[in-house]
């Protein structure tokens, strides 16, 4: 448990929580009401972050300007407390969110859906075998995956709650498709470009590795040019949506100028 | 996928679906109902299994008469395939599981519990700990949460399907707990006394690694007294539920006389 804490509350951004929140406050839902569920994000995200440090994986030793989990724990109790933080998440589901059995299912089925063979864990596989280098559509599935599933995830558990019309429904799905391929090339970009002392980790390491990312295969101008393009779709996408839909906008925003 | 069915489909007992599906039968439930959960519970097994032959863990390099997982597709990949696992399994119930919501989310509940800090994960970092090595009851508290809970979540999955009285689902739940311990001493006694060629992989493991087992700490005849007094009172605790307990019974002997 010391362990698990240790990575949880290492800092971070927490954006897959707040996204969950302040997608469900522009539904016109009480975002308190998700709040077990967008924790349970948290945990899944910390869960994946230790098992991706793992030195079988990317072998990273530094994560959030602290050493990684299995550099401070060792790697047996890295792998249990990823396994864990997995366990309690869905556990913090069943047992604290509001809604009834139906909501809860189809919050349940969402993240198992986004972290299973066909989203996370599928993405961080093919991330691993370079499946990226191929070609840039193949570089995008891998983010996809990889990252996108959990991100449009933490849309997806919101509009459960709140059930909004298909047609608003649709518009927030394809918000968090385009949401989760800016925050990508924005990582791809301030490996390159960023701060080591304000992202409180190695920048360069894509490009040491050899990685596929989207400034490898479109350099560094273009690049900056889709994800000005994407952050522009993301926004048109909620433009005449009913609601509040301000702190979400402001969040695009924040993912497309983050310096960390 | 081929490292999760390379592992899932590698043989095995099939001991925790097979239990759950029976208790569903001796309950009056048709075992077809459950076969979504038993299913999700031996991925889950699965998963488990991969994760503690991993170098970091146990470091196996045999299981089933098989190579283990990351001796057959690297270490990566199977601590992923570990990772998939566990999440196709609680997809698995979300997808397939009948008797709806509330059902889905009491079964979900008890798998994450059983899974997760008080539970098997809990167990197995006790066990790398060595805690069991501190007491007889300190090592019973191991073992309960590192094959226990699993094993017992087998028999309350189909409680919770078939939802009989209280006083009947006591019994059944007191059951379970015994089941679990007589698989852990009869374990124990198959490492010392157990074919190599029978068990598929290597006997003596837990004396070389200096391990707390009921053998060492009872001396091997008294295990067996152990062992037989365990399944005795498992037996006892069936002996007068109603309902066609004959398979249930059938599992309680086979875990006693079992040689793998």
Known sequence: MEAMRYSLLAGGKRFRPVLALATCAALGED??????????IELIHTYSLI???????????????????HRAYGEDTAILAGDALFAEAMRLVCERQDGGGAVQVAVLRELSWATGVGGMVGGQFLDLRDAGLRSADALRLVHTLKTGRLIAASVHV?????????????????????????????????????SEVVMGKAVGADARLGKATYVSFHGLARARELAAETHG???ALLADVP????????????????QS
Chains 1, 2 share one sequence.
């Open 31 to 40: 975002p308190a009401r998700l709040m077990p569920t967008a924790a349970a």
């Open 158 to 194: 919101a509009l459960v709650l709140a059930a909004p019309s298909e047609e608003i429904a649709d518009r927030y799905r394809r918000f968090a498709l385009e949401l989760g391929v800016l925050f990508q090339i924005v990582d791809d970009i301030l490996d390159v470009a960023g």
């Open 243 to 258: 609601g509040s839909t301000g702190d979400l906008l402001d969040l695009a925003d924040h993912v497309y100028t983050r």
């Open 51 to 69: 098992h991706d440090d793992l030195p079988a994986m990317d072998d990273d030793d530094l994560r959030r300007g602290k050493p990684t989990c």
């Open 233 to 235: 779709r993301a926004r």
